[in-house]
């Protein structure tokens, strides 16, 4: 598989072979939708509490007669037949939300998620990307020039300088080519591999 090399100004230099399990695989839609939704869900908090009817403030006391009233019998008025009463399953912070996916789904997710970002042109290799000084401004008018907005920035490794320089750019995200996850791939536009980042995720994936 080739992909495309490009410069610092972003024009096409030449090509870089690349992993054809890794970047010429087929596209699976179930699979890539099934790992995405399982990475959200993983990385969701238990942090919803509602209140059973022990919990609910009320009072113990009957609330009207057993019989006579041509109404239904009510012991309190905790229960959760009542407005104010106690939910019959409450959600609980403990509840849990992850989804297992076994280590070889996952990785063929990620290769079907890289294959069609080349296939549509969406990721590009560059020999390398660093910073001489961690300045946001240096660091955006880098990406101008190569006529770049919002961009997923993958390297082999992420020095000082360019993690000070990006974290302050909402539309941009550099992570270490180990850090890599479906849901920030298929979320920006454009992907950049640096040629180490391909070669390190390609010895991962493998």
């Known amino acids: 598989m080739e992909l495309k090399l490009i410069d610092d100004q972003g024009q096409s230099a030449s090509t870089v072979t690349a992993s054809d399990a890794l970047f010429g695989r087929d596209f699976n839609e179930a ?11 993983n990385a969701r ?9 022990e919990e609910v403030h009320h009072s113990t006391k009957k609330p009207f007669r057993q019989k006579g009233t041509g109404r239904a019998r009510a012991g309190m008025t905790s229960s959760p037949l009542w ?3 106690g939910r019959i ?7 849990n939300f992850t989804q297992k996916v076994n280590r070889k789904m996952y990785r063929a997710g990620l290769a ?24 946001t401004r240096l660091f955006a008018q880098k990406l101008k020039a190569m006529g ?26 550099v992570l ?24 390190k995720i390609e010895e991962m994936l493998a």
């Open 83 to 85: 407005r104010g009463g």
């Open 45 to 53: 908090a238990g942090n919803r509490k509602q209140k059973d009817r």
């Open 176 to 199: 270490e080519a180990q850090q890599a996850d479906p849901v920030s791939l298929v979320r920006f536009p454009k992907v950049i591999f640096t040629k180490g980042a391909v070669a």
């Open 31 to 41: 699979l890539v939708h099934q790992v995405v939704v399982a990475y959200q869900a």
């Open 148 to 173: 770049l907005g919002s961009v997923l920035l993958v390297t082999d490794s992420l020095d000082e300088n360019l993690a000070l320089a990006s974290r302050n750019l909402p539309n941009v995200l």
């Open 89 to 95: 399953f409450p959600n609980t912070p403990e509840e």
């Open 112 to 135: 079907a998620i890289l294959s069609q970002l080349a296939r549509e042109d969406r990721l590009v290799v560059i020999d390398d990307f660093t910073m001489e000084a961690p300045k």
